[in-house]
């Protein structure tokens, strides 16, 4: 049963925001506890609401915005909370309902007429040399790649502690089979089904054409080691977050234990999703 929603809305949409004001009206008016994220009742002029930390769990997340503004959120939240994720962009593969299905698909929701999609989560640390950690947590892909004015650069990479691959390239990226349809599609990576526990290796322009994507168990240990001086590469999450790599500076990617979990309702599959995203069926 749902008693109680959370809504985040893309901060820099008009639409969202407003939209997020008519959510929080509409759920009320069927007796359902609800809280707009921080941003948007400053934007909507709603100060009535105690605060309370963002990550309070809900028996249901709303996403108003783009793929961009769910990747957000779901970092944030991790299995918390369900997400129902409502693409108010352009493409949106994990936002997959628009703005005139979203009132249907809540009628369905709120009468427990739906089901769970679990989508895996990476954990990342960044190593540097001199000892310094930092750590992320990652639905997409993770990248390693150059600047703009930089030379090839070389990556080392190791699996469950053993030398598998010298890369020079552009960069890498490892990817969830979630974010197969993002980065590593453009690189020339495949389409994962997001059921698969797998992860996804994709080099970016590989100067050694025999170096070619790479598909992985989840239960593997990933760590890229770059070994090229004197460049500007840099480590990216999500393609949201990043941070410089120094030469020697590690990275180390693997499963996290909990899982996404994302709204699915009606009867659109992955598959679906492909044909009309992609235009397959054109």
């Known amino acids: 049963m749902i008693r109680s929603v959370r809504v985040f809305a893309k901060p820099k949409s008009r639409e969202a925001i407003r939209l997020a004001g008519e959510l929080r009206e509409w759920l009320s008016r069927r007796s359902v506890a609800v809280r707009l ?30 793929d961009g503004t769910l990747l957000s959120v779901a970092r944030q939240l991790g299995r918390d909370s369900p997400i129902l994720g409502v693409n108010l962009g352009t ?9 005139g299905e979203l009132y249907p698909t809540l009628v369905e929701v709120l009468a427990s007429r739906f ?10 640390r960044h190593l540097k040399k001199q000892g310094a950690v930092s ?58 089904h997001p059921s698969l526990r797998v992860a996804v290796i994709t080099p970016i322009c590989p100067h050694t054409l025999t170096l070619r994507p790479l598909v992985v168990p989840d239960s593997s240990t990933l760590e890229i080691t770059l070994e090229t001086p004197h460049e500007e590469v840099f480590l990216t999450l999500d393609g949201q977050e990043g941070t410089a790599l120094g030469f020697e500076d590690r990275v180390q990617v693997r499963v996290a234990p909990d899982r996404v979990r994302l709204v699915r309702a009606g009867r659109r599959t992955f598959y679906d999703g492909l044909r009309s995203k992609l235009r397959w069926g054109e």
């Not at 609401?49 to 990550?55: G, H, N, Q, T, V």
């Not at 004015?149 to 469950?160: S, T």
Request: proline share 5%; aromatic share 4%.
């Open 37 to 66: 994220d921080h941003t948007t009742r400053r934007a909507l002029g709603i100060d009535e609401e105690p605060e309370e930390p963002e990550k309070e769990p809900a028996d249901l997340v709303v996403v108003l915005g783009g």
């Open 91 to 99: 493409l949106g593969f994990l936002t997959e309902v628009s703005r």
């Open 115 to 124: 089901e769970i999609d679990e989508r895996a989560l990476l954990l990342v």
């Open 135 to 192: 750590e992320f947590a990652v639905l997409n892909d993770v990248v390693v790649n150059k600047s703009a004015l930089a030379r090839i650069i070389r990556l080392n990479l190791r699996i469950d502690d053993r030398d598998v691959a010298v890369y020079r390239a552009d960069g890498l990226i490892v990817s969830t089979p979630t974010g197969s349809t993002a980065y590593n599609l453009s690189a020339g990576g495949p389409i994962v």
